[in-house]
T-cell receptor, first 117, second 114 residues
Framework: GAVVSQHPSWVICKSGTSVKIECRSL??????MFWYRQFPKQSLMLMAT?????????EQGVEKDKFLINHASLTLSTLTVTSAHPEDSSFYIC?????????????FGPGTRLLVL | AQSVTQLDSQVPVFEEAPVELRCNYS??????LFWYVQYPNQGLQLLLK??????LVKGINGFEAEFNKSQTSFHLRKPSVHISDTAEYFC????????????FGKGTLLTVNP
């Protein structure tokens, strides 16, 4: 149980284009999803917290117009990197928090590696 | 705000040796504690967690951790490691009432050599 998927796993795009990354909880309902960014050999940096049916809460220093987050249902959240630039290249990881006995625990997706040329 | 310190950035060990990965945290309120493992180019997998109750927590793959409130530590241990345990290990805390936001340590790279 508690499986989270991400799609795509890899994406290469040209500078100036937008990229959408999907995060799905496959076997539980996720009231809250989190989006992280990880640079090589570094820890995870929380970008934003996404609650179903409401606006995402962004961490300090994260541009909300650059990184659009939509949590449309209890099993799906999307992160759209708008007008991507090479400095946006990174490993993006989502996590989901369920209800009940999974409520305190975040379950992570496998990550999406973005390369902007 | 809470913080997490993983004292060792890299820990090399030989196969079948015991290992301890250290984690200390600071927080003015009660916390939940987690250890996650990350294999190359993958997301994070939950190893174990401490929410309440017994301070010795057993997780997957033979790992265990002990919550020590007085020393604000949550060290991860395994009595005998395998080469397949080579990975990055992250300690994380979630402050009660924070909507379960995680604060991660910088990670410890465990390298198991034959």
């Amino acid at each position: 149980g508690a499986v989270v998927s991400q799609h795509p796993s890899w994406v290469i795009c040209k500078s100036g284009t937008s990229v959408k990354i999907e995060c799905r909880s496959l076997d539980f309902q996720a009231t809250t999803m989190f989006w992280y960014r990880q640079f090589p050999k570094q820890s995870l940096m929380l970008m934003a917290t996404s609650n179903e049916g409401s606006k995402a809460t962004y961490e300090q220093g994260v541009e909300k117009d650059k990184f659009l987050i939509n949590h449309a249902s209890l099993t799906l959240s999307t992160l759209t990197v708008t007008s991507a630039h090479p400095e946006d290249s990174s490993f993006y990881i989502c996590s989901a928090r369920g209800v009940g006995d999974t409520g305190e625990t975040q379950y992570f997706g496998p990550g999406t590696r973005l390369l902007v040329l | 705000a809470q913080s997490v310190t993983q004292l060792d950035s890299q820990v090399p060990v030989f196969e079948e040796a015991p290992v301890e990965l250290r984690c200390n945290y600071s927080s003015s309120v009660s916390v939940y504690l987690f250890w996650y493992v990350q294999y190359p180019n993958q997301g994070l997998q939950l190893l174990l967690k401490y929410l309440s109750g017994s301070t010795l927590v057993k997780g997957i793959n033979g790992f265990e951790a002990e919550f020590n409130k007085s020393q604000t530590s949550f060290h991860l241990r395994k009595p005998s490691v395998h080469i397949s345990d080579t990975a990055e290990y992250f300690c994380a805390v979630s402050r009660w009432g924070s909507n379960y936001k995680l604060t991660f340590g910088k990670g410890t790279l465990l390298t198991v050599n034959p």
